[in-house]
């Protein structure tokens, strides 16, 4: 069967268009690298996949089952190579089924290159009626001043003194149902109740429901060929059968690592750089997010006992020296054996001294964990990373490798935009984790096919097509010329919406 539309990746780039194309009539295809729970039965949801790895064969089957990456990243960004493994989507629903559901739009200036950014070939005004569609599709509420009774009383509390610091905190924009029992949206693992409004609940699923779209998931995608400037077919495998399938149109959303990744592996002899990459750009402009955690101690309130993930500010975000980027409620820390074995590099427990060692201290380190994080509120900062040719992703014998290096402008910004967030929460004792500087955080990817008029400075046009293929389109968040410093999610889905009413018009 031919389709019109082949949409690569359920994420929220992915589902919103194809959602968007399947209700205006278009027969869409999905393929999906991991498994949904539209077709699983068995997926491990309601707790962190690090906790179930004891009770299954390996690593990577829970990985797999609880909606998360299990490939490695080479960071080649040091003297010496690293492997991990991100803390991705990899699933139906991509990285919205792991994330804490909060929609927040970018701000006006985001869009107008200023501070010496690149300018967005669309501004605030031509996003924003999207914004309002992507908003309402995903049940985002936006809380007004009579709702500020509702938090909590940590919350509260942390919200008194923050006016009184002189700040501006507001209720964040969240897309949940918050049904009873829920805990700050179940943020970094799969939903088992069913209040988190990711992608698949909220698109890939009435998509097949209500509009005939169709689901492959299990499904490599290997190769993209082209011909004559447009896409021919996608190869992939398909529950371990070798599939090549057709569309008038191509829509990848893989994520910002893995499409340039599927271009650059697609090449041929036009194309011998990756497909659609007469700019040289694709992959380059890697931008990731700068994001430290602070534990604020408010003190004789048990934080533990109510949601947490509820307030914001964003007195910080532009500065006259700069901008910084928006704090906001992180919610509750991940239990130890996540932190565990994000220290063990990805050493299994069990058989090698080193397993053994991590066994051994696992009580000392729980006990320093408990010290610092329990029965405080814990806060991120997103902080806006500088976009920069350097830094890249590429394809290297079929792996992915990664280069990526702080600036030392960005990095005086960051102990700075530190600095200003402790004194922001005085007298409150604050302690912080740092983890802007570390590539492992690299759950806000995006900036490695950026869109822009000019075909020599965008591997995408305005409307997220390539230039050099007319029938290929990437609605994931390669297409940012720039991050912002406010989570990247609700400008995806409003987008793709803006994407997806170019596609259906034509």
């Not at 051994?360 to 806060?379: D, I, R, S």
Request: glycine residues 8%.
């Amino acid at each position: 069967m031919k389709f019109d539309a082949i949409i690569i990746g359920t994420g929220i780039g992915g589902a919103t268009t194809g959602y968007a194309l399947a209700k205006a009539g278009m027969r869409v295809l999905f393929l999906e690298k991991g498994l949904s729970r539209l077709s699983s039965d068995n997926m491990i949801q309601g707790v962190f996949a690090e906790t179930e790895f004891t009770h299954y064969k390996s690593k990577q089957e829970v990985l797999k089952l609880a909606g998360r990456a299990s490939g490695l990243i080479h960071d080649k960004s040091g003297l010496i190579s690293n492997a991990f493994t991100p803390f991705i989507g990899e699933g139906g629903g991509g990285s919205s089924a792991l994330y804490g559901a909060i929609l927040e739009r970018f701000k006006v200036e985001d869009f107008s290159g200023e501070n010496n950014q690149p300018k967005w070939p669309v501004n605030y005004d031509e996003m924003e009626p999207y914004y309002q569609k992507a908003e309402r599709l995903y049940g985002v509420s936006i809380a007004v001043n009579g709702q500020k009774n509702k938090l909590s009383k940590a919350n509260q509390k942390l919200w008194h003194q923050l006016e009184g610091n002189g700040l501006h905190p507001y209720i964040l924009p969240t897309a949940s149902n918050n049904n009873a029992g829920c805990i700050d949206n179940c943020q970094s693992y799969l939903c088992r109740q069913g209040c988190k409004n990711d992608s698949e609940k909220t698109c890939l699923k009435p998509a097949i429901e209500q509009y005939g779209a169709s689901l492959w998931d299990n499904c490599e995608v290997l190769k993209i060929e082209e011909k004559n400037g447009s896409v021919e077919r996608v190869t992939c495998r398909h529950n371990e059968k070798i599939v090549e399938v057709t569309a008038d149109i191509l829509i990848l959303a893989a994520g910002a690592l893995a499409s340039p990744l599927l271009l650059l592996q697609s090449s041929n002899s036009r194309w011998p750089n990756g497909l659609a990459n007469s700019s040289g750009l694709l992959g380059r402009y890697l931008m990731r997010h700068y994001i430290d955690l602070f534990a604020i101690d408010v003190a004789d309130i048990q934080v533990n006992e109510e949601s947490q993930k509820q307030i914001g500010f964003n007195d910080l975000y532009q500065l006259q020296e700069g901008k910084f980027g928006t704090v906001q409620s992180f919610g509750q820390m991940p239990p130890i054996e996540v932190v565990m074995e994000e220290l063990s590099g990805g050493v299994p427990f069990g058989g090698s001294l080193l397993s053994a060692l991590f066994k051994m201290t696992k009580p000392v380190m729980a006990w320093g964990y408990e010290k610092h994080f329990a029965n405080k509120l814990v806060f991120a900062s997103i902080m806006e990373d500088r976009p920069d040719y350097h830094n890249r992703v590429w394809s290297e014998g079929n792996a992915l490798s990664l280069y990526y290096k702080v600036s030392d402008e960005d990095r005086k910004k960051i102990k700075q935009f530190r600095k200003m967030i402790v004194k922001a929460f005085e007298p409150f004792s604050v302690n912080v984790m740092k983890q802007a500087d570390s590539n492992k955080r690299i759950a806000h990817a995006c900036g490695t096919c950026r869109f822009g008029e000019d075909p020599a400075q965008a591997v995408l046009n305005r409307f997220n097509q390539a230039h050099d293929i007319s029938n290929l389109y990437v609605v994931d968040a390669s297409f940012f010329p720039t991050s912002a410093g406010i989570n990247p999610s609700l400008t995806i889905a409003a987008n793709a919406l803006r994407v997806a009413d170019h596609i259906s018009k034509k």
